[in-house]
């Protein structure tokens, strides 16, 4: 099994910046693709940036310019750093891994979550 931990949510005014981490962890023989989505309530979960092992990165609309998602492969960590805060961005935010896996089932690829973190942004 592979866990995801995501750390740096909390309450943050208008404007200000935050930095999510997420660290993997188990049975985890190369991570790929890692990303961070999020859900605000009565929404449906939306990506937020994505970033290949290779660093190729795709973010939505809403964040491009103010977030930026960065990875460190020797430490297994993803990071969010998410800059000029909006009320908007109130949200769970997780962390996806598109792991190729050790173990009884080396070789193959699967997909986890974290368990998200409370981002929320007041005016």
């Known amino acids: 099994q592979v866990q995801l931990v995501e750390s740096g949510g909390g309450l943050v005014q208008a404007g200000e910046s935050r930095l999510l981490s997420c660290a993997a962890s188990g049975s985890i023989f190369r991570l790929n693709a890692m990303g961070w989505y999020r859900q605000a309530p009565g929404t449906q979960r939306e990506l937020v940036a994505r970033i290949t092992r290779g660093d190729s990165t795709n973010y939505a609309d809403s964040v491009k310019g103010r977030f930026t998602i960065s990875r460190d492969n020797a430490k297994n960590t993803v990071y969010l750093q998410m800059n000029s805060l909006k009320p908007e961005d109130t949200a769970v935010y997780y962390c996806?891994?598109?792991?190729?896996?050790?173990?009884?089932?080396?070789?193959?690829?699967?997909?986890?979550w974290g368990q998200g973190t409370q981002v929320t942004v007041s005016s």
């Open positions: 996806n891994a598109d792991v190729t896996v050790t173990g009884d089932y080396f070789g193959t690829r699967r997909e986890f």
